[in-house]
């Protein structure tokens, strides 16, 4: 009986990443591709801090979806061991795990001390919403975070006997720092440092209307604080259930096969679930905004589709024109 209910509940987990993980992998993915396309299109994002802030947040998501989450998602569905078909598997992904996603944390939290910095009330210090500081601060974290993921490049170099779709580290006291420092302190405290800015950019925002504000400004700052604040209430309600049962299975000492088949169907969900952390940003923007709506729909509709459509009617026209000069 228990080794038919172990065989029913990793054919689930198969099943889920199958049909559930890869169609929301997809669906995240070009969430983040639209976001940077947007960002990228339009003049008003390009000159403000905060959306480049969000801008290379998507970037560091792009690339964990791309290098990472697929790589996770299609072992899963596939019952696939890289480690028999990439070199370096378990140290390259881990590397731009590490990577990416505390990147994109930092980012996130940046972005909305950037709009309390914009939404203040004190003109000292509004010049810390600055777009050349971001560029410099992106450069520095970028530089700082992709230094931590080498240590996770060096130490985890195993795939987990307990969940083959994820790497376990060597040394035992990285491991516990893996859990304790990185799962349960950064990962949770960027994003409380985020809620608390958010808050404050938030009553900020709310008292624009009463001072002296130019009012395109005013609207992109209040757009951006409801955008930016949203995206760390999905943040938290996306990620915290991954980084808990992460931690436990990498503590969990249980051999039990039916407690390890229940915790991998368990980590295949919390792992799909995660992938919004990653990939949500577009979705969430058009949720909340309706004037990042009437840009996206500028951007990506009025911008690209019509250009397109108009790259393919013209040769048709000119083949007519030239029919119709030979007829004459």
């Given at each position: ?5 172990i065989a029913?509940?990793y ?5 889920f990443?199958r049909y559930v993980?890869?169609?929301?992998w ?8 639209f976001s940077?396309i947007v960002?990228l299109?339009?003049?008003t ?5 905060c ?5 290379i947040?998507?970037v560091?998501?792009l690339i964990?979806?791309?290098f990472s ?7 899963i ?9 990439l070199?370096y598997y378990?140290q ?8 990416c996603?505390?990147?994109?944390i930092t980012m996130?939290?940046?972005a909305?001390?950037?709009q309390?910095?914009?939404t203040c009330t004190?003109q ?5 919403s600055d777009?050349k500081l971001?560029?410099r ?7 700082f975070?992709t230094?931590?993921g080498?240590?996770?490049m060096?130490y ?6 307990i969940n ?15 859990v304790?420092?990185y799962?349960?302190?950064?990962s949770?405290?960027f994003?409380?440092i985020a ?10 925002a ?5 001072r002296?504000h ?7 700052d ?9 995206e760390?209430?999905?943040?938290v ?9 992460s931690g ?5 000492t249980n051999?039990?096969?039916?407690v390890?088949?229940q ?5 295949a969900i919390?792992l799909?679930?995660?992938i ?8 969430t923007?058009?949720?909340v905004?309706r ?14 589709i019509?250009r397109?459509r108009?790259?393919r009617?013209g040769?048709e026209q000119?083949?007519a024109h030239f029919?119709t000069d030979?007829?004459?």
């Open positions: 009986m228990s080794a038919e209910y029913s509940l054919n689930a987990r198969i099943q990443a993980s890869i169609p929301i997809f669906i995240c993915l070009l969430s983040e591709l940077i960002f299109s339009l003049k994002f390009r000159q403000s801090s959306a480049f802030y969000l801008l947040m998507s560091f998501n964990r979806l791309v989450t697929s790589v996770v998602v299609i072992s569905a596939f019952s696939i061991n890289w480690t028999s078909v070199i378990c390259i992904r881990n590397l731009i795990v590490a990577t996603v505390i990147s994109a996130l939290c940046l909305i001390i950037d309390y910095f914009a004190r000292r210090w509004q010049k810390w777009i971001a560029y601060l992106t450069i520095i974290v970028s530089i975070w230094s931590h080498v240590l996770y060096i985890f170099r195993q795939i987990s006997p083959t779709a994820v790497c376990i580290p060597i040394n035992p006291i990285f491991l516990r720092y893996h304790y420092g799962f349960l302190t950064l949770n405290l994003p409380l809620v608390i800015f958010g808050i404050m950019s938030y009553r900020n709310r008292t624009l209307t009463t002296t130019p009012l395109i400004r005013h609207e992109l209040k757009q951006l604080t409801v955008m930016v604040l949203v760390i209430c999905v943040y309600c996306t990620y915290l259930p991954y980084s808990i049962t436990f299975l990498q503590l969990n051999r039990n096969p039916v390890l088949a915790l991998n169907l368990i980590n919390t799909t679930i995660n919004l952390t990653n990939g949500s940003s577009f979705y923007y058009i949720c905004s004037r990042f709506r009437r840009q996206a729909k500028y951007v990506l509709y009025d911008i690209y019509n397109f108009q790259n009617i040769p000119i083949t029919v030979n007829a004459h």
